[in-house]
């Protein structure tokens, strides 16, 4: 399928077994699979799916880093998720030294969908993700605009803005 220009990678993950994921737009940014077993493609809301396991020693998809992912004034991270559990710092999107999208526990362990953005900008948003039962599908996605006006750093639940 292919995308506007603007998206710099979409993976649908209809692949199985160990393979790459393939990247569907225009810069191939196919992801690696790492401590895959071949047991991690599920179903999907709309087609292909990952499972992804908890924990500092599960598996995961890596993307190379490349001009093309690396935003630097402009940036949306989104995925589609069906948690099983809210962990400590599950991570849904992240580039180490840039930015992530993950679920994170406060000091009294109360669970937040946060988008955080690392480097010059250093900031951090999230939301008390307690409306979000675990065993469902949910849209999420973190946005920043450095040239928006007032608050430039967004996390999306389904469509609607959650934190700001």
Same mark, same amino acid.
């Given at each position: 399928?292919?995308?506007?220009?603007?998206?710099?990678?979409?993976?649908?993950? =209809?692949?199985?077994?160990? *393979?790459? @994921? #393939? $990247?569907?737009?225009?810069?191939? /940014?196919?992801?690696?699979?790492?401590?895959?077993?071949?047991?991690?493609?599920?179903?999907?809301?709309?087609?292909?799916?990952?499972?992804?396991?908890?924990?500092?020693?599960?598996?995961?998809?890596?993307?190379?880093?490349?001009?093309?992912?690396?935003?630097?004034?402009?940036?949306?991270?989104?995925?589609?998720?069906?948690?099983?559990?809210?962990? =400590?710092?599950?991570?849904? *999107?992240? @580039? #180490? $030294?840039?930015?992530?999208?993950? /679920?994170?526990?406060?000091?009294?362990?109360?669970?937040?969908?946060?988008?955080?953005?690392?480097?010059?900008?250093?900031?951090?948003?999230?939301?008390?993700?307690?409306?979000?039962?675990?065993?469902?599908?949910?849209?999420?996605?973190?946005?920043?605009?450095?040239?928006?006006?007032?608050?430039?750093?967004?996390?999306?639940?389904?469509?609607?803005?959650?934190?700001?």
């Amino acid at each position: 399928m292919a995308w506007a220009p603007g998206y710099a990678g979409v993976w649908h993950l =209809n692949e199985t077994g160990t *393979v790459s @994921r #393939e $990247d569907s737009s225009q810069y191939a /940014n196919h992801a690696a699979t790492q401590l895959y077993d071949g047991s991690e493609a599920v179903q999907g809301l709309m087609s292909g799916a990952d499972h992804f396991g908890r924990g500092a020693t599960t598996n995961a998809l890596r993307v190379d880093s490349t001009v093309s992912i690396n935003a630097t004034d402009t940036l949306t991270v989104s995925a589609w998720i069906r948690p099983e559990q809210w962990d =400590n710092d599950n991570v849904i *999107v992240r @580039r #180490e $030294d840039a930015y992530r999208l993950y /679920n994170r526990f406060d000091d009294v362990s109360e669970s937040y969908m946060t988008f955080k953005l690392r480097g010059d900008v250093n900031k951090e948003i999230g939301w008390h993700n307690s409306n979000m039962p675990t065993g469902q599908w949910y849209y999420v996605a973190g946005t920043y605009d450095r040239y928006a006006a007032g608050n430039n750093l967004l996390v999306y639940v389904n469509g609607v803005v959650v934190a700001q």
